[in-house]
């Protein structure tokens, strides 16, 4: 068994998107202490070294077995340097020094308490930081001058930090399903991001949607969107029209398609047993604030967005980065285009892009890279 599982381990694909990666893994210690480094790297604006450790991360998640020495680490693809002293680490002493210091530094942890606002990226964050920002109520006390969308995650943070569940993604998708039935009839909407890769609990529910007929997507989020509101059912949203974007050029992290950032009121269960009355304790809640994202993609990019929406963030960069630099093809969630013959590829599902991509399909539960 050891030669076998040498042998697995020197052959480990370089790229996500050549392996299949599980939501559980065996090497989790490991992982978790590297994407603290990842995550340290890029709260410093390194996003050279926070891909490198995303990287190793990813490779180790897709490991079939345990790693036992440091001996094994050393056969594998992007492990070395800096990873192979923090793994080596985590194997002798079940700790990382480093890790541990970074989790408790003050830095580290007002730099993620901040990014997990809704609407708050790292510039954001490290610029309160710098403003003397350390918890929550601060924001108000510096007067910091915050967007719609930071207003509305501050106001719902509580809530929002909560993960959201299954159960509560379902009734998010029954309520959207409901909504926007009523204006377009056989639509198709499709969860996607992590509840798609099998993941029990999420910090949003996303959605992807589309139809046959293109004219039957002209203005139906504006409307759905109206009504849900007038409904009661949004804290917060905000729509982002679709745009057009650089097909022919190597693709970047942002597509264009029509998008609703949206805070929901998800009613309780419950809700309905308290409004009729036996519901004993008055302050009950009776909805919870859900993050949710809500895209709309014409037909014949479905299958384009649909991998591009369902993640993980570095499967679909490591997608991005094999079409690029080994077919020579650029892929974004609108389609794959041949650079040197400037024309796109068109694909009628998920199955179709990974052939076109000369690659072995990789099902929703194994993207978890
Ligand atoms: P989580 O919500 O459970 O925490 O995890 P997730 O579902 O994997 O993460 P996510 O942040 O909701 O993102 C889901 C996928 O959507 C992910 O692969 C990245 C992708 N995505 C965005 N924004 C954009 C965007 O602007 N364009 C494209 N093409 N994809 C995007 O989050
Ligand atoms: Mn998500
Ligand atoms: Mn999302």
New binding site residues.
């Given amino acids: 068994p050891v030669s076998k599982d040498k042998d697995a381990l020197s052959t480990v694909a370089p790229y996500a998107c050549q392996r299949q990666t599980p939501l559980i893994h065996h090497n989790s210690k490991i992982t978790d202490a590297l994407e603290i480094l990842g995550k340290a790297a890029s709260f410093q604006g390194s996003e050279v070294r926070s891909l490198a450790f995303a990287r190793a991360a990813s490779v180790l998640k897709s490991l079939p077995c345990k790693l036992q020495s440091i001996e094994e680490a050393k056969n594998l693809v992007w492990c070395g340097g800096h990873c192979q002293t923090v793994i080596q680490e985590i194997l002798e002493d079940g700790v990382c020094h480093e890790v541990e210091v970074l989790k408790n530094s003050e830095q580290y942890q007002c730099m993620e308490l901040l990014t997990s606002i809704f609407g708050v990226g790292v510039r954001t964050a490290e610029r309160w930081y710098n403003d003397g920002v350390r918890k929550l109520s601060d924001l108000a006390d510096l007067h910091i001058k915050l967007t719609a969308e930071q207003k509305a995650g501050i106001e719902h943070y509580t809530d929002l930090k909560q993960?959201?569940t299954r159960d509560e993604a379902e009734r998010v998708e029954s309520l959207i399903t409901r909504a926007l039935d009523r204006f377009v009839p056989g639509l198709r909407i499709t969860m996607?991001?992590?509840?798609?890769?099998g993941?029990q609990?999420?910090?949003?529910?996303?959605f992807l949607i589309t139809h046959p007929d293109e004219e039957a997507l002209n203005g139906l989020l504006e409307k759905s969107v109206n009504w849900m509101d007038s409904q009661g059912l949004l804290l917060y949203h905000h729509t982002k029209a679709r745009s057009h974007v650089q097909t022919r050029r190597r693709s970047t992290?942002?597509?264009g398609?029509e998008?609703c950032y949206a805070i929901f009121a998800l009613p309780n269960h419950d809700s309905l047993k308290a409004e009729s009355g036996d519901f004993t304790s008055s302050g009950a809640c009776r909805w919870r604030a859900v993050?949710v994202?809500l895209?709309v993609a014409p037909y014949e990019e479905y299958p384009y967005?649909l991998l591009?929406?369902?993640?993980?963030?570095h499967?679909?960069r490591e997608l991005r980065r094999f079409s690029w630099h080994e077919k020579n093809l650029s892929l974004?969630?609108h389609g794959l285009y041949n650079v040197e013959k400037e024309c796109s590829i068109p694909a009628t599902s998920e199955e179709e892009i990974f052939v076109l991509l000369g690659l072995q399909y990789v099902p929703p539960p194994y993207r978890n890279a």
């Fill in positions: 993960p959201v996607t991001g992590g509840f798609r890769r993941k609990q999420g910090h949003d529910v996303d992290h942002m597509d398609h998008t993050r994202d895209v967005a591009g929406w369902t993640g993980s963030k499967f679909e974004n969630s």
